[in-house]
């Protein structure tokens, strides 16, 4: 085994200042995180200097993986020029130009610091063009943490089972009990509950808030028919859809809805637009994205940020975008579907009870033998769950960081004999048949 001293005296130490150690919820530890000391393309080099190939790359932000040079060179000539003003900038506008050029939905847009945010003035626009303030979504989908956008997340079956009907809870304790009165659960792929629901309370849902292939839930793949029932019920009842793209922008060059055709009202963006910088997006027809305007004395909805649109942020974003060309996103996908297709191989070839789901540059490995189509079917029971980390364990004396909770990624960097490597481990640890009967 590979040592691991170092990171685990950081954690001994971040104990003293963070509550069980640290300080983001999404950090995996098994049974201490690894920290990080540097990024070289596709790898992570750890404190205790393990070269680790990192498919998590910042949970899927960093395209081009680590310390890329184009992104380097466009922020190191902005730090000595001012790094916030609070004037705008020419780079605000650069970024804009790109994204509308190349996401059809995008005819306007609004810059924010990070998902959640962009997913919260998403909800907030919706509402103020409908004058509605329920909202519709996906069972098990993560948003971010806005009340309304995480509500019912992280559901387990009860001792019955699952309810037919998912019951949007508030997440977390002491939540307002109203935010379940306005949010509205659908089952991914389910088009009849799809259209029972929104039909029920048409008149009081602004928006249906869709990620087109929800990661969190399953990294799972739309049908067409739950696709075309929701544009048309979204449609018939003037609901707005709004896909948040934030973690799927990265399927492809005009982002992920296009591939499946969903057409959004309004998308979401996030994490590869910002080229390793905090960066959200929130863009849209440009009718409803008027709900920004400031030409009204009153506008109806008020959007600002101290750090939005920071220069920083836009530059590296812009240098990232740009080098994502055609071509860029016909490569990375390619070598997706070279290790989706070697690992359903490896999978077949030994009668194994696993599944991947995934499009382009992700993918994700279920200890499931079917592919789940819904958050129900991808949610792990305790055993499964021990099977992941087991695996994200395997892999990583392989020198592999796979996340096991989490949609896992390929970087611009990655080269064929990376490819083979997870190929590799994956195939090692299906034929060392670890079960938790034999631990
Ligand atoms: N929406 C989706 C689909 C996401 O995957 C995430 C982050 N994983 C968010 C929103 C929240 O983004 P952030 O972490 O930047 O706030």
Known sequence: ASARSRSKHLFDRAKGVFTDGTTRASVERDPFPIYAQRGEGAYLVDVDGNRLLDLNNNFTTLIHGHGFAHVSEAVVDLLRLGTCFANPTEHEIALAELLTARIPAMERVRFVNSGT???MFAIKAARAFTAR??????????HGAYDWAEAGQGVSPGKDGWDPIPIPTPTYRGTPSSV??????LRFNDVEGLERRLSAASDRIACVLIDPMPSRAGLLHPEPTFIEALSETAHKYGILIVADEVLNLRQGYAGASPRYGLKPDLVTAGKIIGGGFPIGAIGGREEVMRVFGTENARPLLPQGGTFSANPVSMAAGLAAMEAMTPDAFDRLEAMGERLRAGLRASIASRDARFSVTGAASLFRIHPKRVAPLEYRDAHLSAEEAW???TMSRYFLEAGILLPYGAAACLSTPMVHSDIDRILSAFDEFLEAKIGPEKE
């Open 117 to 119: 945010e962009a997913v």
């Open 133 to 142: 303030p329920a909202i519709a979504r996906i069972e098990g989908a993560y």
């Open 180 to 185: 379940a009165d306005e949010v509205h659960l």
């Open 387 to 389: 099977i992941m980390r």
